[in-house]
């Protein structure tokens, strides 16, 4: 193939993309109008000039930000079919557009038409004789890339099409990382589309090994379920659920890229509304918060009586007094809990006091009134209704779960569910601060407590606690309790909870205690589930696959497995599978197709600063993109005072965009590097009872060089 054949097919491609952008500035004009449009109609002043002009102002912002999103490398594909099947050329973009005349100009890759695109091979070419792929630079087109897949029609057309490039999978697994994950619209395999397409019922399971596109395909796969059904999804909300803020920050271009803004990302740590938790727990708490015993502790948390409340209510009425001692109090309670959820019936307390007090009226002179004047002057009076509300205040989640701080508390309620080591860990976590591993335990306790009635009504909420600000109502138990927050207290109500899908990412990592929060949000939802079993860094999968079953209930699964690995050389990843296998981890083994000719390399070194130094000297020299550094939890804070220290590496080891970056292990999870030095891998071993699953995850993190460095 000749330069000249090459850059001939650029420039009449160019052509074709030119003519795309004018129609897409086309297309912002008219979008812009409509806004200004709209605008204008609010200035009518009548109700339904506002209204119109909402709508008109929301489709048109709509329109403006899918077009901006989609407008670097809008043109990707083109398809030339056997003549008898569509003599014209198809063009495939990151949107659809039409041109002037409402012809299809560019075909959305989600449509229909676009899935020959990616399920044409050589062996079932689907009417495609040759599939093209256009790389670009913004708006430039600086290659092509051609796959012919039907040689004989080829002969047979009077199309004359060159054929020109080596393969842009290829192209694009090479090139140098950055850290955030890209789209990888143009070159998604045959394997992979089924699983973006699969039918939106369910639960569409997707397992493989490292690198097989597992992230990139779930991702590619809500922008499929968000073309196909706008409205379901759009209204319902999707949920897109990963290991990690860093993650998060990872994967967040990928979907506005592909012109998709409308969905919520959310790391474990942030998937209740109004809270956000960062820090993690040890890897033995985590063991205890995730497990399953978890929810029957809580549940128990969610009856106790509120520490610090007052123990007895006293009140004369005529010749009477009326006493609700400890006893009263606790048959009251009980029966309120017996109604529901406790902040449900914030609304029940007086009245229900109120009985049990009448009951107790016994002198003459107070049996001349009916129970009614007795209820009127008990709901007047300032005594009464300070004891109803501190007695039985509105609860939030967080200040429940402060009360396991209190000895005695914490072992009331986990004597016979949790053993004495575990309930030491659990007493000496609480931070500051909630910690990833409290949030499903915050959220358990949100639907054991419920959200308080909403009512207008006085009559129905005679203590005001409905209208009530939480923080008001609580800020007694949360100074004794609660501990400093850094959080808002949660305001939103847990029926508001639900999403039309929800997809999870590194799902082998989910305790129960997270199944059971997420499950919670995806009642009704069709769902994506994508994860390794050999990476996982929970300690029981017999529990956690339990709690998945039981957050699916009885949906279908239906599954499908990737077999490549896009991501590390063949040699990398040659090391990371033997390593699996020497240690036992059963892993899912892909197929790494790119081959770099660079070995990983065990280091043993006898000054660990300076052998350090000197890999990463190396790794920067010899990639292009990322480096990291991955060091065993307690080394974190020690490696990163290094290379903090090391002028060289002042400039790129700042900020968010750091092209170098010291993590550890479980930091890693679903993120990948051009370079990786691994710092002590035996201590990452031994770290947890998952170490050897850490490792293995962290071998494959690396897409062109790999180096261990042990003290010798
Ligand atoms: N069809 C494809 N074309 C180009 N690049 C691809 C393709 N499929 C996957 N990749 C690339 O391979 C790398 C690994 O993808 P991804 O992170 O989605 O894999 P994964 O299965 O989630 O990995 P892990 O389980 O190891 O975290 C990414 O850089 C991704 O862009």
Redesign the pocket.
């Known amino acids: 193939m000749n330069d000249d054949v090459a850059a001939r097919e650029i420039a009449r491609e160019q052509e074709f993309v030119d003519t795309v952008y004018r129609q897409l500035e086309d297309s912002a004009r008219s979008a812009e109008e409509l806004a200004a449009e709209g605008r204008a109609r609010g200035q009518l002043g009548h109700e339904g000039g506002l209204v119109e002009r909402d709508a008109m102002l929301f489709q048109a912002a709509k329109r403006i930000a899918t077009l901006d999103a989609a407008h670097e490398g809008l043109v990707f594909g083109r398809l030339d079919m056997r003549e008898d099947v569509d003599p014209e050329p198809r063009y495939v973009g990151r949107i659809g557009l039409r041109d002037g005349n409402r012809d299809i100009l560019l075909i959305d890759w989600r449509a229909p038409a676009a899935a020959v695109f990616y399920q044409a091979t050589h062996a079932d070419p689907k009417g495609v004789i040759r599939r093209r792929i256009l790389r670009s630079q913004g708006v430039t087109v600086i290659g092509v890339e051609d796959d012919l897949l039907d040689p004989e029609a080829d002969e047979a057309s009077t199309k004359e099409l060159p054929i020109v490039g080596e393969g842009a ?1 290829m192209a ?2 090479s090139r140098a ?1 950055d850290r955030s ?2 789209s ?1 619209v143009a ?3 045959a394997e ?1 589309d089924q699983a973006i397409r699969a039918p939106e019922k369910g639960v569409v399971l997707i397992t ?10 779930a991702l590619h796969r809500a922008a499929f379920l968000l073309y196909g059904d706008r409205r379901r999804y759009e209204t319902g909300g999707v949920l897109v659920v990963g290991p990690s803020g860093v993650f998060m920050r990872y994967i967040e271009r990928v979907l506005p890229s592909l012109g998709e803004t409308a969905v919520a990302l959310r790391s474990l740590g942030d998937v209740v509304d109004g809270i956000a938790a960062t820090r993690r727990d040890d890897p033995r708490v985590a063991e205890v918060k995730g497990a399953a015993e978890m929810a029957e502790v809580l549940r128990r948390t969610a009856r106790q009586s509120v520490p610090g409340a007052p123990r007895e209510f006293r009140t004369f009425y005529r010749d009477d007094v009326l006493l609700l001692g400890s006893r009263e109090l606790g048959q009251v309670r009980r029966q309120l809990l017996s109604m529901g959820p406790r902040n449900r019936s914030t609304n029940k307390v007086a009245s229900t006091l109120i009985d049990h007090l009448w009951r107790q009226v016994k002198s003459e002179r107070a049996r001349e009134r009916t129970k009614e004047d007795f209820a009127d002057e008990m709901r007047t009076s300032d005594a009464f209704l300070d004891f109803a509300a501190s007695w039985w205040p509105v609860l939030d989640a967080a200040t429940v779960l402060g009360w396991l701080r209190d000895h005695d508390v914490l072992h009331r309620v986990t004597e016979g569910v949790l053993d004495d080591e575990a309930v030491r860990l659990l007493a000496k976590s609480w931070g500051e601060e909630l910690s990833v591993e409290d949030i499903p335990l915050v959220d358990e306790l949100r639907y054991l407590l419920g959200d308080p009635p909403l009512v207008d009504d006085e009559e129905e909420d005679p203590l005001g606690l409905a209208d009530s600000s939480l923080a008001e109502l609580t800020t007694a138990s949360d100074r004794e309790y609660g501990g400093r927050r850094s959080w808002a207290p949660p305001t939103n109500r847990v029926e508001d909870d639900g999403y039309a899908h929800v997809l999870i ?2 799902a082998q990592d989910l305790t129960p205690m997270q199944w059971r929060m997420v499950g919670r949000r995806g009642r009704s939802a069709t769902w994506t589930i ?1 994860g ?1 079993p050999a ?1 996982s860094s929970w300690p029981i999968p017999a529990e956690a696959t339990k709690a998945r079953a039981e957050a699916l209930g009885t949906k279908d699964l239906h599954e499908f497995h ?1 077999s490549t690995n ?2 590390n050389s063949s040699e990398i990843y040659a090391f990371a599978a033997a390593y699996a296998e020497r240690v036992g981890l059963h892993a899912d083994l892909p197929n790494a197709v790119r081959s770099t000719g660079n070995d990983p390399e065990e280091r043993t070194v006898t000054d660990l600063e300076e052998g350090t130094r000197t890999a990463l000297a190396d790794l920067v020299g010899s990639v292009d993109g990322t480096v990291g550094i991955v060091v065993p939890v307690a080394r974190h804070a020690e490696v990163s005072r290094w290379l903090a220290s090391w002028p060289e590496y002042a400039e790129q080891s700042a900020g968010d965009d750091a092209r170098v970056v010291v993590l550890t292990g479980l930091e890693t ?4 590097f051009d370079g990786i030095a691994v710092v002590e891998p035996n201590e990452i071993e031994r770290e947890s009872s998952t170490g050897r699953a850490t490792l293995y ?1 962290v071998l ?2 690396a ?1 062109q060089r790999l180096v261990t460095l042990s003290r010798g």
Do not use: A, F
């Not at 493989?208 to 395909?217: D, Q």
């Not at 999870?669 to 990948?672: R, S, T």
């Open positions: 999978l694009q697994l990382r994950m890209h990888i070159t998604i395999q992979q493989g090994g490292p690198g097989t596109g597992k992230t990139v395909v990412d590194e994508v390794d990476q990737l896009y991501r999870k679903g993120l990948e995850v494959t993190r897409t």
